[in-house]
């Protein structure tokens, strides 16, 4: 087999197998990894087949034939490589609320939780006790209002000549600061029992334990991660395809995924697409002027779009991850 690859404008060869000549082209968007690049070959009377070019140790070519299977980047299919991404799965940063010791820690790294498990614990002792001072002064602020609003109601029900008018408004402005303190007491209390509450750190979603920093004696300190949740309902693949294949990709459009290394294919659908990315010649200088690159390419880039693929099947025995690198293909062609 002898096989032809553009290099530079001219096709070049190299031997591979004796066999008949196949005349090959890259794939379509494909974009190349030197030591496994995708050619697609045609031979008369037959349909397309695909050809994974590998680079050995010993610096010899390897070809490989996938039989029966058509190869993407024909007909009105696109294909590119891209990365599976999570989290946003969704990522969820745990982080204690509040300071103290961590006294029990429930997870191990990787284990799956379910929404609601306990995730760790911190040392309830000092809240405890700040709920019931709390609480003693909001009673005390209580039976305080209480006094006044009544000596305000019974001096209010008395005479000009057995009290003036002066008194009564003293009295009345007394219990409604009694009872904006006892509103105040009783906001504490609250505050202490949320804070008791938040002695036990519960996971938010369904997933999986990653980065877990965590030990029982650590001291657990206010907004720093300890942990990160993986939503394992979230998961989507981000594509990112060239402005010039747009045109063929719409939502609803159905899509499939080959894993690095894995046989098995993912199967979904273009789920969104996005309506922006960022220009790199529309940053604002000091004066506030665009800053625009004087530089101009001959050869323009075509420019990368984020899509959003909706997973809809994983195979059996295929495990995901966030930062996974994937195959897409955006409508495959038809098996035969």
């Not at 002066?166 to 904006?180: D, F, G, L, Y």
Request: glycine share 6%; hydrophobic share 35%; charged share 25%.
């Amino acid at each position: 087999m002898r096989l032809q690859r553009k290099v530079g404008g001219a096709f070049k060869s190299c031997n591979l197998v004796k066999s008949k000549r196949l005349v090959l082209r890259p794939v379509e968007g494909f974009h190349e990894c030197p030591f496994n690049p995708r050619y697609v070959y045609r031979e008369s009377g037959t349909a397309a087949r695909e050809v994974r070019i590998c680079l050995e140790p010993d610096g010899k070519v390897r070809a490989k034939i996938a039989q029966g299977k058509r190869a993407t980047g024909m007909g009105v299919q696109v294909c590119d490589r891209h990365r599976i991404e999570g989290s946003t799965a969704n990522y969820r940063s745990q982080a204690a609320e509040i300071f103290g010791k961590v006294t029990d820690v429930k997870v191990a790294e990787n284990q799956l939780v379910k929404k609601g498990d306990v995730l760790f614990t911190i040392d309830p002792e000092e809240f405890q006790l700040a709920v019931a001072r709390a609480e003693a002064t909001a009673e005390s602020k209580r039976q305080d209002m209480l006094v006044h609003q009544e000596l305000s109601k019974r001096r209010a029900q008395l005479s000009m000549q057995a009290v003036s008018k002066e008194e009564q408004q003293v009295s009345e402005s007394s219990a409604s600061v009694s009872e904006a303190a006892y509103r105040e007491a009783k906001a504490q209390w609250d505050l202490a029992r949320l804070n008791l509450r938040r002695t036990t750190v519960t996971s938010p979603c369904n997933g999986y334990v990653t980065n877990l920093r965590l030990r029982v004696g650590d001291y657990a300190t206010v907004g720093q991660t300890k942990l990160t949740i993986i939503d394992s309902d979230s998961y989507w693949v981000s594509g990112y395809f060239e402005e010039t294949k747009m045109p063929r990709i719409h939502e609803g459009d159905p899509a499939i995924m080959e894993l690095m290394g894995v046989d098995a294919l993912l199967t979904g659908h273009v789920e969104s697409i996005s309506r922006g990315i960022a220009d790199q010649n529309g940053s604002v200088d000091a004066q506030g002027l665009v800053n625009v690159n004087p530089v101009f390419y001959w050869v323009r880039l075509a420019q990368r779009i984020p899509v959003r693929i909706h997973i809809d099947k994983v195979p059996e025995g295929v495990t995901i991850a966030a930062g996974d690198t994937c195959t897409v293909t955006v409508n495959p062609p038809a098996e035969k």
